[in-house]
């Protein structure tokens, strides 16, 4: 497959874009600015558009960096049917393997020497913590105790949670009181 340069106007989304990432456009940006565009997009024409097929966060990222062109690699060959089942493979095959935590944890390690900036690497914070520190990472703090079999709270239940004062009451109730007492009284329902 070759590699072209193309207009990054030309570029339109697919009608079916598997991912919500806006939140990540901008880690992807800081990406582009350390590495540029190291993987092109895969897209496709559609009459006079050019629809992309994978790479949806990296058009979103340069764009918004006001990049005039972006790499592409057309899979015109392709069937419905491949496009269709290649979109859904190549977002989720990064889950079908595992860490090797320890070789991760010497990558980060190195770079951390080199005063790279570890951000650049996908992993967050707390993640490259975990990584680095193993044994820092207390995983007791991360277990949820199980629910009780039988609900503890009852109709006029008054909780003190914290500086909260939680009142399992009926609305109208509540309201009255709340108007007489001048205090918000919280209800979990």
């Known amino acids: 497959?070759?590699?072209?340069?193309?207009?990054?106007?030309?570029?339109?989304?697919?009608?079916?874009?598997?991912?919500?990432?806006?939140?990540?456009v901008a880690r992807m940006m800081a990406v582009i600015k350390e590495y540029g565009i190291a993987i092109p997009i895969l897209a496709r024409h559609r009459g006079e558009k050019i629809e992309i097929v994978d790479g949806h966060l990296r058009v979103k990222a340069s764009r918004k960096m006001g990049l005039p062109t972006i790499p592409v690699v057309f899979c015109g060959e392709w069937t419905e049917a491949q496009v269709n089942g290649f979109r859904l493979l190549v977002n989720r095959s990064a889950t079908w393997a595992t860490w090797a935590d320890e070789l991760v944890a010497l990558e980060l390690?190195?770079?951390?020497?080199?005063?790279?900036?570890?951000?650049?690497?996908?992993?967050?914070?707390?993640?490259?913590?975990e990584f680095l520190f193993p044994d820092a990472v207390d995983p007791s703090v991360e277990q949820v105790p199980d629910l009780p079999k039988n609900a503890v709270t009852r109709l006029g239940d008054l909780w003190l949670c914290d500086s909260h004062l939680s009142w399992r009451a009926m609305r109208r109730r509540r309201r009255q009181l709340q108007s007489s007492t001048g205090k918000n009284l919280l209800s979990f329902f």
């Open 109 to 129: 390690a190195e770079l951390d020497a080199l005063d790279f900036d570890l951000s650049l690497t996908g992993f967050d914070s707390f993640e490259i913590n």
């Open 1 to 24: 497959m070759k590699t072209s340069e193309i207009g990054i106007d030309q570029l339109v989304p697919s009608p079916r874009v598997l991912r919500k990432n806006d939140g990540a």
